[in-house]
Protein backbone atom coordinates (compact mmCIF):
# COMPACT_ATOMS: atom_id res chain seq x y z
CA UNK A 1 0.00 0.00 0.00
CA UNK A 2 1.45 3.73 -0.84
CA UNK A 3 2.49 5.85 2.22
CA UNK A 4 0.62 8.78 0.68
CA UNK A 5 -2.28 8.54 -2.02
CA UNK A 6 -1.39 11.03 -4.84
CA UNK A 7 -3.58 12.02 -8.07
CA UNK A 8 -2.76 13.76 -11.42
CA UNK A 9 -5.28 15.38 -13.64
CA UNK A 10 -4.48 15.97 -16.92
CA UNK A 11 -7.34 18.44 -18.52
CA UNK A 12 -8.05 18.86 -22.27
CA UNK A 13 -10.48 21.28 -23.70
CA UNK A 14 -13.03 24.16 -22.77
CA UNK A 15 -13.38 25.86 -19.45
CA UNK A 16 -16.22 23.61 -18.38
CA UNK A 17 -13.35 20.80 -18.55
CA UNK A 18 -10.98 23.14 -16.23
CA UNK A 19 -13.89 23.94 -13.54
CA UNK A 20 -15.02 19.75 -13.57
CA UNK A 21 -11.38 19.30 -13.05
CA UNK A 22 -11.30 21.10 -10.02
CA UNK A 23 -14.30 19.56 -8.86
CA UNK A 24 -12.21 16.16 -9.08
CA UNK A 25 -9.46 17.40 -7.19
CA UNK A 26 -11.89 18.85 -4.67
CA UNK A 27 -13.19 15.20 -4.72
CA UNK A 28 -10.57 13.56 -4.27
CA UNK A 29 -8.90 15.62 -1.68
CA UNK A 30 -11.75 15.01 0.60
CA UNK A 31 -11.37 10.86 0.51
CA UNK A 32 -7.86 10.98 1.31
CA UNK A 33 -5.36 12.31 -1.94
CA UNK A 34 -3.37 14.67 -2.13
CA UNK A 35 -1.96 16.52 -5.39
CA UNK A 36 1.10 15.15 -7.25
CA UNK A 37 3.17 18.08 -8.84
CA UNK A 38 3.84 14.66 -11.83
CA UNK A 39 1.96 12.04 -13.60
CA UNK A 40 4.86 9.95 -12.57
CA UNK A 41 4.55 10.45 -8.91
CA UNK A 42 0.84 9.64 -8.49
CA UNK A 43 -1.10 6.77 -7.65
CA UNK A 44 -4.02 7.74 -9.92
CA UNK A 45 -3.91 8.99 -12.72
CA UNK A 46 -7.17 11.17 -14.30
CA UNK A 47 -7.45 12.20 -18.30
CA UNK A 48 -10.19 14.61 -18.40
CA UNK A 49 -11.24 14.75 -21.99
CA UNK A 50 -12.06 17.00 -25.13
CA UNK A 51 -14.77 15.32 -27.93
CA UNK A 52 -14.80 18.34 -29.83
CA UNK A 53 -12.12 17.51 -32.34
CA UNK A 54 -10.81 14.47 -33.66
CA UNK A 55 -7.22 15.42 -32.30
CA UNK A 56 -8.43 15.95 -29.20
CA UNK A 57 -9.29 12.34 -28.74
CA UNK A 58 -6.05 11.46 -30.73
CA UNK A 59 -4.17 12.90 -27.66
CA UNK A 60 -5.42 10.70 -25.18
CA UNK A 61 -5.01 7.12 -27.49
CA UNK A 62 -1.52 8.52 -27.39
CA UNK A 63 -1.38 8.86 -23.75
CA UNK A 64 -2.86 5.73 -22.90
CA UNK A 65 -0.26 3.78 -24.94
CA UNK A 66 2.17 5.49 -22.53
CA UNK A 67 0.50 4.79 -19.20
CA UNK A 68 -0.11 1.04 -20.68
CA UNK A 69 4.07 1.31 -21.01
CA UNK A 70 4.21 2.05 -17.44
CA UNK A 71 1.77 -0.82 -16.17
CA UNK A 72 3.56 -3.39 -18.26
CA UNK A 73 6.85 -2.59 -16.16
CA UNK A 74 4.79 -2.85 -12.99
CA UNK A 75 3.97 0.36 -11.89
CA UNK A 76 0.51 -0.20 -9.74
CA UNK A 77 -0.77 3.25 -11.50
CA UNK A 78 -4.77 3.37 -11.52
CA UNK A 79 -6.22 5.38 -14.80
CA UNK A 80 -9.15 6.98 -14.88
CA UNK A 81 -10.41 9.09 -18.19
CA UNK A 82 -13.58 11.19 -17.87
CA UNK A 83 -15.23 14.08 -19.79
CA UNK A 84 -16.72 14.40 -22.67
CA UNK A 85 -15.41 11.03 -24.72
CA UNK A 86 -17.03 9.12 -21.92
CA UNK A 87 -19.86 10.92 -22.14
CA UNK A 88 -20.66 10.54 -25.70
CA UNK A 89 -19.68 7.12 -26.03
CA UNK A 90 -23.05 5.28 -26.88
CA UNK A 91 -22.07 2.07 -28.67
CA UNK A 92 -18.78 1.65 -26.51
CA UNK A 93 -16.20 1.96 -29.35
CA UNK A 94 -14.41 4.69 -27.81
CA UNK A 95 -14.11 2.29 -24.52
CA UNK A 96 -12.54 -0.37 -26.69
CA UNK A 97 -9.64 1.42 -27.54
CA UNK A 98 -9.17 2.42 -24.16
CA UNK A 99 -8.14 -1.17 -22.34
CA UNK A 100 -5.24 0.82 -20.45
CA UNK A 101 -7.70 2.89 -18.56
CA UNK A 102 -9.57 0.91 -15.48
CA UNK A 103 -12.01 3.55 -15.31
CA UNK A 104 -14.10 5.40 -17.61
CA UNK A 105 -16.85 7.48 -17.01
CA UNK A 106 -19.16 10.56 -17.81
CA UNK A 107 -18.01 13.61 -15.92
CA UNK A 108 -21.27 13.82 -13.26
CA UNK A 109 -20.42 9.94 -12.57
CA UNK A 110 -17.18 11.76 -10.83
CA UNK A 111 -19.59 11.07 -7.57
CA UNK A 112 -18.68 7.34 -7.63
CA UNK A 113 -14.95 7.50 -8.18
CA UNK A 114 -13.65 6.94 -4.55
CA UNK A 115 -16.14 3.80 -4.33
CA UNK A 116 -14.70 2.37 -7.39
CA UNK A 117 -11.11 3.38 -6.24
CA UNK A 118 -11.73 1.66 -2.85
CA UNK A 119 -13.38 -1.62 -5.04
CA UNK A 120 -9.94 -2.12 -7.07
CA UNK A 121 -7.59 -1.05 -4.64
CA UNK A 122 -9.38 -2.13 -1.43
CA UNK A 123 -6.25 -1.49 0.92
CA UNK A 124 -5.82 2.20 -0.24
CA UNK A 125 -7.73 4.00 2.46
CA UNK A 126 -10.48 5.59 0.78
CA UNK A 127 -13.08 7.53 3.16
CA UNK A 128 -15.34 10.48 3.01
CA UNK A 129 -18.78 11.62 2.59
CA UNK A 130 -18.94 12.87 -0.95
CA UNK A 131 -22.27 14.76 -2.49
CA UNK A 132 -24.71 13.01 -4.56
CA UNK A 133 -24.51 15.37 -7.29
CA UNK A 134 -21.17 16.63 -8.45
CA UNK A 135 -22.27 19.96 -9.45
CA UNK A 136 -22.44 20.28 -5.03
CA UNK A 137 -18.67 19.37 -4.61
CA UNK A 138 -16.38 22.03 -3.84
CA UNK A 139 -13.97 23.15 -6.32
CA UNK A 140 -10.24 22.93 -5.30
CA UNK A 141 -9.12 25.96 -6.93
CA UNK A 142 -5.46 26.88 -8.32
CA UNK A 143 -5.87 30.81 -8.91
CA UNK A 144 -6.18 32.66 -5.52
CA UNK A 145 -8.31 35.93 -7.33
CA UNK A 146 -10.28 34.49 -10.21
CA UNK A 147 -12.70 31.48 -10.59
CA UNK A 148 -14.72 29.72 -12.71
CA UNK A 149 -18.82 29.37 -11.38
CA UNK A 150 -20.38 26.31 -14.05
CA UNK A 151 -23.82 27.51 -13.59
CA UNK A 152 -25.25 24.75 -16.31
CA UNK A 153 -24.16 21.82 -17.72
CA UNK A 154 -25.75 19.81 -21.23
CA UNK A 155 -27.26 21.64 -24.21
CA UNK A 156 -30.41 21.50 -25.73
CA UNK A 157 -29.72 23.10 -28.94
CA UNK A 158 -28.15 19.93 -31.04
CA UNK A 159 -26.53 21.80 -33.29
CA UNK A 160 -25.58 19.01 -35.49
CA UNK A 161 -22.23 19.26 -35.40
CA UNK A 162 -21.94 19.13 -31.83
CA UNK A 163 -21.43 16.17 -29.32
CA UNK A 164 -21.70 18.33 -26.17
CA UNK A 165 -26.02 17.37 -25.60
CA UNK A 166 -24.52 13.48 -26.20
CA UNK A 167 -21.48 14.02 -23.75
CA UNK A 168 -23.00 16.09 -21.37
CA UNK A 169 -27.26 15.78 -22.06
CA UNK A 170 -29.42 17.69 -22.10
CA UNK A 171 -29.71 21.52 -20.32
CA UNK A 172 -29.50 21.50 -16.53
CA UNK A 173 -29.77 24.77 -14.52
CA UNK A 174 -28.18 25.42 -11.10
CA UNK A 175 -30.35 26.72 -8.60
CA UNK A 176 -29.39 30.55 -8.42
CA UNK A 177 -28.97 30.29 -4.87
CA UNK A 178 -26.67 28.17 -4.97
CA UNK A 179 -24.63 29.97 -7.29
CA UNK A 180 -24.75 32.93 -5.35
CA UNK A 181 -23.60 31.11 -2.04
CA UNK A 182 -20.54 30.20 -3.90
CA UNK A 183 -20.17 33.44 -5.66
CA UNK A 184 -20.33 35.49 -1.92
CA UNK A 185 -18.19 32.29 -0.43
CA UNK A 186 -15.41 33.17 -3.26
CA UNK A 187 -15.70 36.78 -2.68
CA UNK A 188 -15.13 36.18 1.29
CA UNK A 189 -12.06 34.06 0.46
CA UNK A 190 -10.16 37.15 -2.06
CA UNK A 191 -11.58 36.43 -5.25
CA UNK A 192 -12.27 39.49 -7.41
CA UNK A 193 -12.61 37.66 -11.07
CA UNK A 194 -15.44 35.50 -11.81
CA UNK A 195 -16.26 33.84 -15.16
CA UNK A 196 -19.96 32.37 -15.49
CA UNK A 197 -19.80 28.95 -17.75
CA UNK A 198 -22.29 27.28 -19.10
CA UNK A 199 -23.08 25.94 -23.06
CA UNK A 200 -25.99 28.33 -23.89
CA UNK A 201 -25.16 29.93 -20.95
CA UNK A 202 -28.13 33.01 -21.67
CA UNK A 203 -30.63 30.11 -21.85
CA UNK A 204 -30.11 30.00 -18.29
CA UNK A 205 -33.72 29.40 -16.29
CA UNK A 206 -33.11 29.26 -12.50
CA UNK A 207 -34.96 26.34 -10.87
CA UNK A 208 -35.54 28.82 -8.25
CA UNK A 209 -36.38 32.25 -9.32
CA UNK A 210 -38.02 33.21 -6.09
CA UNK A 211 -34.09 33.94 -4.76
CA UNK A 212 -33.88 36.74 -7.17
CA UNK A 213 -34.27 39.77 -5.15
CA UNK A 214 -37.64 42.04 -5.47
CA UNK A 215 -34.99 44.96 -6.35
CA UNK A 216 -33.85 43.10 -9.36
CA UNK A 217 -34.63 44.97 -12.73
CA UNK A 218 -34.98 42.02 -14.89
CA UNK A 219 -37.26 39.55 -15.84
CA UNK A 220 -35.09 36.95 -17.77
CA UNK A 221 -33.21 34.87 -15.38
CA UNK A 222 -29.96 34.95 -17.11
CA UNK A 223 -29.53 38.73 -16.53
CA UNK A 224 -31.37 38.94 -13.52
CA UNK A 225 -28.40 36.36 -12.07
CA UNK A 226 -25.58 39.01 -13.40
CA UNK A 227 -26.93 41.63 -12.06
CA UNK A 228 -27.30 39.52 -8.64
CA UNK A 229 -23.60 38.65 -9.09
CA UNK A 230 -22.71 42.60 -9.56
CA UNK A 231 -24.41 43.14 -5.79
CA UNK A 232 -21.90 40.56 -3.98
CA UNK A 233 -19.21 43.15 -2.65
CA UNK A 234 -15.62 42.02 -3.26
CA UNK A 235 -16.55 40.58 -7.06
CA UNK A 236 -15.08 43.08 -9.20
CA UNK A 237 -14.87 41.82 -12.43
CA UNK A 238 -17.64 39.33 -14.13
CA UNK A 239 -17.59 37.29 -17.46
CA UNK A 240 -19.45 34.74 -18.66
CA UNK A 241 -19.43 32.30 -21.87
CA UNK A 242 -20.90 31.51 -24.20
CA UNK A 243 -23.66 32.86 -25.09
CA UNK A 244 -26.51 31.69 -27.86
CA UNK A 245 -27.67 34.34 -30.07
CA UNK A 246 -30.88 33.21 -30.03
CA UNK A 247 -30.97 33.69 -26.73
CA UNK A 248 -29.77 37.63 -26.37
CA UNK A 249 -32.75 39.42 -25.60
CA UNK A 250 -33.14 43.14 -24.77
CA UNK A 251 -32.38 42.04 -20.95
CA UNK A 252 -29.29 39.87 -21.95
CA UNK A 253 -28.21 43.22 -24.14
CA UNK A 254 -28.75 45.21 -21.19
CA UNK A 255 -27.21 43.18 -18.21
CA UNK A 256 -23.81 44.03 -20.88
CA UNK A 257 -23.58 47.63 -19.39
CA UNK A 258 -23.68 46.34 -15.77
CA UNK A 259 -20.87 47.87 -13.62
CA UNK A 260 -18.31 44.79 -13.25
CA UNK A 261 -19.38 43.23 -16.78
CA UNK A 262 -15.93 43.37 -18.92
CA UNK A 263 -15.57 45.21 -21.76
CA UNK A 264 -16.03 41.83 -23.60
CA UNK A 265 -18.65 39.15 -25.29
CA UNK A 266 -18.18 35.64 -27.10
CA UNK A 267 -20.96 35.36 -29.35
CA UNK A 268 -19.83 32.13 -31.75
CA UNK A 269 -21.62 32.41 -35.08
CA UNK A 270 -19.93 29.61 -36.89
CA UNK A 271 -21.27 30.90 -40.40
CA UNK A 272 -22.42 33.75 -42.19
CA UNK A 273 -24.52 31.57 -44.72
CA UNK A 274 -27.76 30.63 -44.07
CA UNK A 275 -27.56 27.66 -45.52
CA UNK A 276 -24.94 26.49 -43.74
CA UNK A 277 -26.65 28.00 -40.07
CA UNK A 278 -29.42 26.00 -41.28
CA UNK A 279 -27.86 22.78 -42.05
CA UNK A 280 -25.48 23.18 -38.54
CA UNK A 281 -28.92 23.11 -36.80
CA UNK A 282 -28.08 26.65 -35.38
CA UNK A 283 -31.61 28.12 -35.85
CA UNK A 284 -31.17 31.72 -36.40
CA UNK A 285 -29.96 33.40 -39.63
CA UNK A 286 -27.34 35.72 -40.50
CA UNK A 287 -29.25 38.89 -40.09
CA UNK A 288 -30.80 37.71 -36.50
CA UNK A 289 -27.00 37.91 -35.87
CA UNK A 290 -25.90 40.99 -37.02
CA UNK A 291 -28.97 42.47 -35.19
CA UNK A 292 -27.84 41.05 -32.18
CA UNK A 293 -24.37 42.67 -32.71
CA UNK A 294 -25.83 45.68 -33.39
CA UNK A 295 -27.72 46.11 -30.43
CA UNK A 296 -24.77 44.93 -28.78
CA UNK A 297 -22.09 47.89 -29.99
CA UNK A 298 -25.44 50.34 -29.45
CA UNK A 299 -26.09 49.04 -26.12
CA UNK A 300 -22.19 49.18 -25.10
CA UNK A 301 -20.15 51.38 -27.46
CA UNK A 302 -16.62 49.85 -28.08
CA UNK A 303 -17.35 46.38 -26.62
CA UNK A 304 -14.62 44.05 -27.43
CA UNK A 305 -16.34 41.35 -29.62
CA UNK A 306 -15.49 37.28 -30.15
CA UNK A 307 -16.62 34.62 -32.04
CA UNK A 308 -16.40 30.72 -33.06
CA UNK A 309 -16.56 29.94 -36.56
CA UNK A 310 -16.15 26.64 -38.37
CA UNK A 311 -14.97 26.21 -41.95
CA UNK A 312 -15.47 23.64 -44.33
CA UNK A 313 -18.91 22.23 -42.92
CA UNK A 314 -20.47 19.86 -45.09
CA UNK A 315 -22.04 21.59 -48.64
CA UNK A 316 -20.02 24.39 -47.52
CA UNK A 317 -19.76 26.37 -51.07
CA UNK A 318 -17.29 29.03 -51.50
CA UNK A 319 -20.06 31.51 -51.95
CA UNK A 320 -20.60 30.41 -48.68
CA UNK A 321 -17.75 30.87 -46.99
CA UNK A 322 -17.79 34.45 -48.67
CA UNK A 323 -20.51 35.26 -46.70
CA UNK A 324 -19.18 34.14 -43.64
CA UNK A 325 -16.01 36.22 -44.49
CA UNK A 326 -18.27 39.42 -45.18
CA UNK A 327 -19.92 38.89 -41.74
CA UNK A 328 -16.24 38.68 -39.80
CA UNK A 329 -15.89 42.31 -41.57
CA UNK A 330 -19.30 43.36 -40.62
CA UNK A 331 -19.49 42.70 -37.15
CA UNK A 332 -15.27 43.75 -36.74
CA UNK A 333 -14.66 41.33 -34.40
CA UNK A 334 -11.67 41.33 -31.79
CA UNK A 335 -10.81 37.55 -32.05
CA UNK A 336 -12.09 34.37 -33.81
CA UNK A 337 -11.60 30.88 -32.95
CA UNK A 338 -11.62 29.51 -36.38
CA UNK A 339 -11.51 25.43 -36.71
CA UNK A 340 -11.79 23.34 -39.44
CA UNK A 341 -14.53 20.95 -39.75
CA UNK A 342 -14.19 17.25 -38.30
CA UNK A 343 -17.13 15.03 -38.27
CA UNK A 344 -18.04 13.39 -34.86
CA UNK A 345 -19.56 10.19 -35.10
CA UNK A 346 -22.87 10.11 -33.34
CA UNK A 347 -23.56 13.82 -34.36
CA UNK A 348 -26.75 14.38 -36.70
CA UNK A 349 -24.05 16.35 -39.14
CA UNK A 350 -22.46 13.18 -39.13
CA UNK A 351 -25.16 10.65 -40.15
CA UNK A 352 -26.73 13.53 -42.41
CA UNK A 353 -24.06 14.86 -44.18
CA UNK A 354 -21.14 14.21 -46.13
CA UNK A 355 -18.01 15.87 -44.99
CA UNK A 356 -17.41 17.08 -48.65
CA UNK A 357 -15.25 19.85 -48.53
CA UNK A 358 -11.25 18.95 -49.17
CA UNK A 359 -8.89 18.90 -46.36
CA UNK A 360 -6.86 21.11 -48.43
CA UNK A 361 -9.75 23.35 -49.01
CA UNK A 362 -10.75 23.50 -45.12
CA UNK A 363 -7.10 24.60 -44.29
CA UNK A 364 -7.47 27.50 -47.17
CA UNK A 365 -10.41 28.76 -45.61
CA UNK A 366 -9.21 28.98 -42.31
CA UNK A 367 -6.06 30.29 -43.10
CA UNK A 368 -7.77 33.36 -44.82
CA UNK A 369 -9.72 33.83 -41.83
CA UNK A 370 -6.54 33.39 -39.83
CA UNK A 371 -4.92 36.25 -41.92
CA UNK A 372 -8.14 38.33 -41.80
CA UNK A 373 -8.63 38.35 -37.86
CA UNK A 374 -4.84 38.55 -37.29
CA UNK A 375 -5.16 42.06 -39.61
CA UNK A 376 -8.03 43.26 -37.27
CA UNK A 377 -6.77 42.11 -33.97
CA UNK A 378 -4.19 44.43 -34.80
CA UNK A 379 -6.06 47.52 -36.09
CA UNK A 380 -8.55 46.90 -33.07
CA UNK A 381 -5.71 46.72 -30.54
CA UNK A 382 -3.64 50.18 -31.86
CA UNK A 383 -6.61 52.39 -30.77
CA UNK A 384 -5.26 51.85 -27.11
CA UNK A 385 -1.99 52.57 -27.58
CA UNK A 386 -1.36 55.75 -26.01
CA UNK A 387 -4.41 55.02 -23.55
CA UNK A 388 -5.08 54.12 -19.92
CA UNK A 389 -7.13 50.71 -19.78
CA UNK A 390 -7.85 49.16 -16.48
CA UNK A 391 -6.03 45.89 -16.27
CA UNK A 392 -6.70 42.53 -13.88
CA UNK A 393 -2.97 41.66 -12.98
CA UNK A 394 -2.98 37.79 -13.25
CA UNK A 395 0.29 37.43 -12.28
CA UNK A 396 3.43 39.29 -11.14
CA UNK A 397 7.25 37.81 -12.07
CA UNK A 398 10.55 39.41 -12.60
CA UNK A 399 9.06 42.46 -11.83
CA UNK A 400 6.59 42.16 -14.80
CA UNK A 401 2.75 42.05 -14.94
CA UNK A 402 0.81 39.64 -16.88
CA UNK A 403 -2.78 39.88 -17.21
CA UNK A 404 -5.67 40.61 -19.17
CA UNK A 405 -7.59 44.33 -19.75
CA UNK A 406 -11.36 44.39 -19.36
CA UNK A 407 -11.24 43.68 -23.31
CA UNK A 408 -9.41 40.43 -22.25
CA UNK A 409 -6.73 41.69 -24.13
CA UNK A 410 -3.30 40.23 -23.33
CA UNK A 411 -1.41 42.60 -20.84
CA UNK A 412 2.16 43.11 -20.09
CA UNK A 413 3.40 45.57 -17.72
CA UNK A 414 6.98 46.49 -17.15
CA UNK A 415 7.18 47.90 -14.07
CA UNK A 416 5.69 45.91 -11.48
CA UNK A 417 8.34 45.52 -8.85
CA UNK A 418 5.56 47.45 -6.13
CA UNK A 419 2.83 45.44 -7.52
CA UNK A 420 1.20 41.94 -6.26
CA UNK A 421 -0.38 39.78 -8.30
CA UNK A 422 -4.50 39.74 -8.22
CA UNK A 423 -5.20 43.38 -7.93
CA UNK A 424 -7.25 45.86 -10.69
CA UNK A 425 -5.26 48.63 -11.91
CA UNK A 426 -5.05 51.00 -14.60
CA UNK A 427 -2.03 50.83 -17.36
CA UNK A 428 -0.92 53.21 -19.77
CA UNK A 429 -0.07 51.15 -23.26
CA UNK A 430 3.14 52.22 -24.78
CA UNK A 431 2.75 49.86 -27.25
CA UNK A 432 -0.13 47.25 -29.04
CA UNK A 433 0.68 44.18 -30.74
CA UNK A 434 -1.70 41.83 -32.33
CA UNK A 435 -1.42 39.21 -28.94
CA UNK A 436 -0.51 41.53 -26.65
CA UNK A 437 -0.67 45.07 -25.37
CA UNK A 438 2.56 46.44 -23.48
CA UNK A 439 3.13 49.51 -20.85
CA UNK A 440 2.69 50.46 -17.31
CA UNK A 441 1.08 50.48 -14.68
CA UNK A 442 -0.01 53.72 -13.47
CA UNK A 443 0.72 53.89 -10.02
S1 LIG B 1 -25.34 25.48 -28.53
FE1 LIG B 1 -24.79 24.03 -30.17
S2 LIG B 1 -22.55 24.20 -30.26
FE2 LIG B 1 -23.15 25.04 -28.29
S3 LIG B 1 -23.00 23.32 -26.86
FE3 LIG B 1 -25.13 23.42 -27.59
S4 LIG B 1 -25.20 21.98 -29.31
FE4 LIG B 1 -23.04 22.45 -28.93
Known amino acids: MPDKLRYFIQTYGCQMNTNDSERMAGLLKSVGFEESSTEQEANLVVFNTCSVRAHAE ?6 MEELSERKKKGEDVLVAVMGCMAGRDKNGELRKRLQTADLFFPTPDMVNLPRWIAELRPLWSISGDIAEDYLKIQPLRQ ?12 CNHF ?6 PYARGLEKNRPAAEVLSEVNDLAAHGVIDIT ?15 SFSPFNPYKNHFASLLWEVNQIAGIE ?16 IDALTLPKQVNYLHLPVQSGSNSVLHRMNRKYTREHYLDVISRVKTARPGIALGTDIIVGFSGESEQDFQNTVEL ?12 QYSPRSG ?3 NRLYQDDVTEDEKKRRWQVLQDLMEENTLRKNQVYADKTLEVFVEKVEDNVAYGTSNELKNIRAINADKLAAGKIKNMHIAKALTWLLEGEIVF
Not at 245 to 250: A, E, H, I, Q, R
Open 58 to 63: DRIYGR
Open 143 to 154: KAKQAYVTIQTG
Open 159 to 164: CTYCVV
Open 196 to 210: LLGQAINDYRAPDPG
Open 237 to 252: RVHWTAAHPLSMDDEV
Open 328 to 339: FKECDFDISYTA
Open 347 to 349: TLG
